[in-house]
């Protein structure tokens, strides 16, 4: 079993529909966790560290189930902009800096 | 400086040449990571530095490969005897904490 599994999509979505991506980890120890978005040709950007309460930032909503081990990301009215990979990265268990990278999932949001 | 900064942006070397490959990370962050990407791939950990203490070269993937940081600032990739599959985007991050800031790579192919 991978450590970081992701669906590798891609989800093909219009303007304006609400997506939501899951993510499975494996390790139960790990820490931290977070949403990178990663455009084609391009180096991985953080979107958004993922919190046990859940979190928001606009139209992006991070949730956590440690009881489950998964971590989802829900993008809310996509705009043509959000077509990109999105990554699940989570913490390693032994060293919390070190970060164990998903294969990313695959959005394209057409008009 | 204000981002991570590699060096070269391309790299085109020909089969059993060594190539270097350098990153220059954010002032003050301790924490460098090299990653690799080959198309259409998730990212493959290479190597880890922080601050003083012994790298994790965990994920080196042969002994043709080695890093060193120099100051805690500098960090070079060393390829040696350069095969065909070792032809990826390098990316170099640095992290003062939870997040990684990633340069915009190496391209580097190997003919």
């Known amino acids: 079993r991978k450590e970081v599994e992701q669906d590798p999509g891609p989800f093909n979505v219009p303007e304006g529909a609400t997506v939501a991506f899951n993510c499975t980890y494996s390790n139960s120890a790990s820490q931290s966790f977070f949403w990178y978005r990663q455009d084609c040709r391009k180096e991985p950007k953080l979107l958004m560290s993922?919190?046990?309460?859940?979190n928001e930032d606009g139209r992006f909503t991070a949730q956590l189930n440690r009881a489950s081990q998964y971590i989802s990301l829900l993008i809310r009215d996509s705009k043509l902009s959000d077509s990109a990979t999105y990554l699940c990265v989570v913490s390693d268990a032994g060293n919390n800096r070190k970060l164990i990278w998903g294969l990313g999932t695959s959005l394209a949001v057409n008009p | 400086g204000a981002g991570v900064s590699q060096s070269p942006s391309n790299k085109v070397t020909e089969k059993g040449k060594d190539v270097e490959l350098r990153c220059d990370p954010i002032?003050?962050?301790?924490?460098l990571y090299w990653y690799r990407q080959s198309l259409g791939q998730g990212l493959e950990f290479l190597i880890y530095f922080q601050g003083n203490s012994a790298p994790d070269k965990s994920g080196l993937p042969s002994d043709r490969f080695s890093a060193e940081r120099t100051g805690g600032s500098v960090s070079t990739l060393t390829i040696q005897r350069t095969q065909q599959e070792d032809s990826a985007v390098y990316l170099c991050a640095s992290s003062a904490g939870w997040g990684y800031t990633f340069g915009s790579g190496t391209r580097l192919t190997v003919v």
């Open positions: 002032s003050g962050h301790t924490a």
């Open positions: 993922v919190y046990s309460s859940g």
